[in-house]
Each structure stands twice: as structure tokens, then as C-alpha cells.
């Protein structure tokens, strides 16, 4: 069955970094469009940001310059290279396999937390 692990999150202060991954089994990974989704109490869910099979990749205008997706199809793997943090980009950050055809799998989450 699909499963999405999502490793990397902590505590880091205004304008740190933190790198996220998430590694995926049990789906044809290339063929997924992969993205990254964050929840901060009492908010909806959003897309932070997305890449394509293709590599082609959309961020959320709050992140636009800062935070940077990549994929490895050789080890199936997703990262978020997060720069400039910024209290508001603390949340709790998902990973998300979507095939576009119906089939869309999350992680469990991983704590993401700016704060001096």
C-alpha cells in the first residue's frame, strides 16, 4: 500500500532553515505529482507547493523565493528546502502524492515550529 513519511521538522528561529523530505513506497512515484501542504492551528489546510512528474513546480505567493521543492525519482523522495522562516510558517507540513486520475495519498505530518 502507498505510504508517505515525512522527516526534517523541528524548531528553528526567524530566518533559519530547515530542509523537509518525504519518502514514498508503494506508488509509481515519477508519475505523481508531489507536493507539500501545511496546516497552523485553527487554519485550513493549504498548498505551500506542488512539482509535476515533468518537474514543473507552483508555490503559494507566501513562500514564492523562500522555500524551494525538489524530487529525486531514483530514490523517490520529495524535499523542501525552507529559507527565511518566518513565524507564520509555523505549521504542521504534510506530504501528498496526487496522480491526477483519482488516487491522492498523504503523510502523517511533521511539525515545522519558527519561534525565538
Known amino acids: 500500500q502507498a505510504q508517505l513519511v515525512e522527516s526534517g521538522g523541528g524548531l528553528v528561529q526567524p530566518g533559519g532553515s530547515l530542509r523537509l523530505s518525504c519518502a514514498a513506497s508503494g506508488i509509481i512515484f515519477s508519475v505523481y505529482t508531489m507536493g507539500w501542504y501545511r496546516q497552523a492551528p485553527g487554519k485550513q489546510r493549504e498548498l505551500v507547493a506542488h512539482?509535476?512528474?515533468?518537474?514543473?513546480?507552483n508555490y503559494a505567493d507566501s513562500v514564492k523565493g523562500r522555500f524551494t521543492i525538489s524530487r529525486d525519482n531514483a530514490k523517490n523522495t520529495v524535499s523542501l528546502l525552507m529559507n527565511s522562516l518566518k513565524p507564520e510558517d509555523t505549521a504542521v507540513y504534510y506530504c501528498?502524492?496526487?496522480?491526477?486520475?483519482?488516487?491522492?495519498?498523504w503523510g502523517q505530518g511533521t511539525q515545522v515550529t519558527v519561534s525565538s
Open positions: 512539482i509535476s512528474e515533468y518537474s514543473n513546480t
Open positions: 501528498n502524492a496526487d496522480n491526477l486520475h483519482g488516487y491522492t495519498y
